[in-house]
Structures are given as structure tokens and as C-alpha cells.
């Protein structure tokens, strides 16, 4: 992956959640117009970036500078759920293949289940879900956050859908 | 051969306990791995409190009390706090692929909202929000027909005032659905004084035979619910000979 900026026109659904954030200085300035920018790693022998991976199944990946994965479930997701009351969450330690299931949202007295999209080790959940389940609706990309775990397998990583290919899939499903 | 509306099997197991209810489902819900295979489940059980996800209001202190009484206790994997099923009781388990509903949910939301603004607002397709809506109007349907007025609110459920007259609660993996919703019909409501009927404090329950004053049993609304089942959700009905 290159070392640059990636520098990509959201749309709106994404831009109201994601934080702005300043390039650095010490790289060169991309001629792209842009609406958000996303954190770089700058580290060249990783192959991973922190752009978000989606699942069929509306569920997102990130994967962090320490290589770990954060998931949780995307604007669409939380829309189609209506307001979250209840965060049912993995134990710590739980190992999950691809497309196990890792646990339940409930809202309008529903119990939706969660589809893990990546095989690895749950290595911390989100606590404030306990209190603020409500965080799902409201941030569903950063501090409504579901779990993280280890990617041990990371080609997987290639079969989830980029942020292009999951607004093309959500549109599919809209028309 | 299937039109443009979704088949949806009408499945009468009559009474049968919640264990066999939960086993049966699976056998529904397994059945849509290899194509479209709607089905609605009708049953009774024998009395029964049931609680849903949320473990933690409900630890075994709390729940073995309810077995003294001579009711089986279950914990389910369904939305919705804790309930009770009992003779008397019309349960209805629409297993559901929802994506197959999808037509149908634009062409309610476009009827309902024709070009108006409220069009933007209304639950995405194959979303459980919308299919827990239609449930609820479904059960509407089937209490006006019968001459009680129910009402929705924001607590999921449908109640004439402050009385429940009937409870939901349901479970959704990859699109398709299981549990339901359990209307009274002449159940023993007294069942539901040891519990806080879905945890809501300060509100009741009631039937439809409290409503109209006289016996309205499970055999007398289920073709009110079934005509309101295929209404809301532009399905057609088939049942085995």
C-alpha cells in the first residue's frame, strides 16, 4: 500500500462521523479534492491501511496501526436496526472464524445477530455499550465500536468490500 | 409457481411446548438456506414465562420463583424482557426471509408516504424495523376486525390504552426471522401478575375476550390475524390440506 495520504470523497453519511485530521507535513501535497481525510500509517512495511472493510452483512472493519481489527456496524446497519438498547458482545478470549456469529444487537424488541468479518481472537469489547448502547445509532463508526480482535488470517481482509463497492452494494439493495 | 408476492406456509402445530416451538423454528429457519421458504407458524404452549437477550434483569433467583407456580421457565434468543405463554394464547412464529420482502416494504412505504418527505424516513427495506412494524399493524388489523381498537406506541407491542393485548419479540440472522408475537385471546391473565410484563412497569395486560366481554377464543382470531398476516405483508397464504 502506498505511504500517501488516501484521500477519498465521502458521502454524507460517512463525513458526519469520521474526524477530520491534518496531514503531514513531511509528505507531499495529493491534488485530489477531498470532503474527509483518513488517518495514514506511515509505517512501510505495513501492508494494512485504516480505511474501513464491510461485510454483505453491514458489519465494518478497521484495521489499527497495532494491527489489530475494530468492528462494528455501519450507518446503514444502525438505520435498519432503529435505536440499539442492548449490546450483546463476545467474552474476551473468544475465538471467531469468518462469518461466525459474535453476538446480538436488540432494538424495536429485536435480537439481530452480529457475523464476525474477519477469523481471529477477541481482545477487548466495547464497555461503553453497557451504559450508552445508544452509541451504535449515534457513532456507529467510532465511539459505537463493537469489539476488537486479532486478524489471523489477513487475506480476508481482500474479500470484504471497500467503501466504494459497500455504497454500491447498499444502493443495490435500496433500488 | 410464485407471482409477484411472496408464499408465505401457514404451519398449525397446535399445542406444543415452548421447547418444541424453539425446535420447529430451527427446522423453518433452516429451510431458507436453500431457497425462499416463508413460513408462519402458529401455535399455543402450555404456560411458560420466557425472557428474552438481556440476561442480567433475570438471574435464576429471580426466575425460579416462576416455576413453583407450575410453569416451565426459558430463556430465548429473541428481543423483548420477559413474558408469558399459556393456553389461550395465539403465539405466531413468522419465519421470514426478509430479503424477500423487500419489493413488498417499498411498495407499503410508497403507498403510505406517497412523494411526501416522510418517504426519507421510513425503515430501510428488509430492515427489522420495518418488518417489526408490520407486525404490529398486522395485530391492529386483526383486533379491529374483530371490534377492539389497539393501538401501537413506543414501547414495541400493541395495547388497547395501557394494557398489552399483545406481546413481540423477535430474533433475526441473515435477514431471516424467528419468534414472534403472542395475542391474547381468552388467555389467564392472573399468570402475568408474578412477572413485570415486559419489564414496563405501571402499565397491564388484557385480551381480546377482556375487551369484548365475552369467551374470544385462539380458534376464533386466528383467521383475523391470518387476513391481516397476508394484508400488511402482500404475501399469499398456503396451508397444507
Same mark, same amino acid.
Given at each position: 500500500m502506498a505511504a500517501y495520504a488516501l484521500l477519498r470523497s465521502m458521502s454524507s453519511s460517512f463525513s458526519s462521523v469520521l474526524p477530520l485530521l491534518s496531514r503531514s507535513g513531511s509528505l507531499s501535497p495529493a491534488p485530489l479534492a477531498v470532503k474527509t481525510l483518513f488517518r495514514r500509517t506511515?509505517?512501510?512495511?505495513?501492508?494494512?491501511?485504516a480505511a474501513l472493510k464491510f461485510t454483505d452483512k453491514h458489519e465494518w472493519v478497521r484495521v489499527e496501526d497495532d494491527g489489530i481489527g475494530t468492528v462494528g456496524i455501519s450507518n446503514f446497519a444502525q438505520e435498519a436496526l432503529g435505536? +440499539? +438498547?442492548?449490546c450483546g458482545l463476545p467474552e474476551v478470549g473468544t475465538q471467531l472464524a469468518q462469518q461466525d456469529e459474535f453476538g446480538a444487537l436488540e432494538s424495536v424488541k429485536a435480537a439481530s445477530e452480529l457475523y464476525s468479518p474477519l477469523t481471529g481472537e477477541v481482545v477487548? +469489547?466495547?464497555?461503553?455499550?453497557?451504559?450508552?448502547?445508544g452509541l451504535v445509532n449515534k457513532s456507529c463508526y467510532k465511539d459505537g465500536w463493537l469489539m476488537k480482535m486479532t486478524i489471523?488470517?489477513?487475506?480476508?481482509?481482500?474479500s470484504l468490500m471497500d467503501e466504494a463497492a459497500y455504497e454500491r452494494y447498499i444502493r443495490s439493495i435500496e433500488d | 409457481m410464485q407471482g409477484s408476492r411472496p408464499l408465505v406456509r401457514v404451519v398449525r402445530l397446535g399445542l406444543v411446548s415452548y421447547q418444541e416451538g424453539l425446535r420447529l423454528q430451527q427446522v423453518y429457519v433452516d429451510r431458507h438456506r436453500s431457497g425462499p421458504a416463508h413460513s408462519l407458524l402458529l401455535c399455543e404452549h402450555p404456560p411458560v414465562y420466557t425472557t428474552g437477550i438481556?440476561?442480567?434483569?433475570?438471574?435464576a433467583s429471580r426466575l425460579d420463583?416462576?416455576?413453583?407456580?407450575g410453569a416451565e421457565v426459558h430463556r430465548a434468543n429473541r428481543g423483548g424482557l420477559i413474558t408469558f405463554h399459556g393456553p389461550g394464547q395465539l403465539v405466531c412464529y413468522p419465519v421470514l426471509d426478509l430479503s424477500g420482502f423487500r419489493k413488498v416494504c417499498r411498495a407499503v412505504c410508497t403507498a403510505a408516504c406517497?412523494?411526501? +418527505?416522510?418517504r426519507v424516513l421510513s425503515?430501510?427495506?428488509?430492515s427489522v424495523r420495518w418488518y417489526v412494524a408490520q407486525l404490529e399493524k398486522t395485530v391492529v388489523s386483526a383486533c379491529g376486525s374483530l371490534g377492539v381498537t389497539a393501538t401501537t406506541s413506543p414501547h414495541t407491542g400493541v395495547w388497547v390504552g395501557d394494557n398489552k393485548i399483545c406481546a413481540m419479540g423477535i430474533h433475526c440472522g441473515r435477514y431471516v426471522t424467528s419468534h414472534g408475537l403472542a395475542l391474547n385471546c381468552n388467555?389467564?391473565?392472573?399468570?402475568?401478575?408474578?412477572i413485570v410484563p415486559c419489564g414496563i412497569e405501571g402499565k397491564g395486560v388484557t385480551s381480546l375476550s377482556r375487551e369484548l366481554r365475552r369467551d374470544v377464543s385462539v380458534h376464533e382470531a386466528t383467521p383475523h390475524l391470518l387476513a391481516a398476516f397476508g394484508e400488511h405483508f402482500h404475501c399469499e397464504l398456503s396451508e397444507d390440506a
Open positions: 506511515l509505517a512501510s512495511s505495513s501492508r494494512f491501511s435505536d +440499539v +438498547v442492548y477487548e +469489547v466495547n464497555s461503553l455499550l453497557a451504559d450508552k448502547p489471523a488470517k489477513p487475506a480476508e481482509l481482500d | 438481556r440476561h442480567q434483569p433475570y438471574p420463583p416462576l416455576r413453583l407456580l406517497a412523494g411526501s +418527505v416522510t425503515p430501510p427495506p428488509q388467555t389467564d391473565l392472573s399468570w402475568f401478575s408474578h
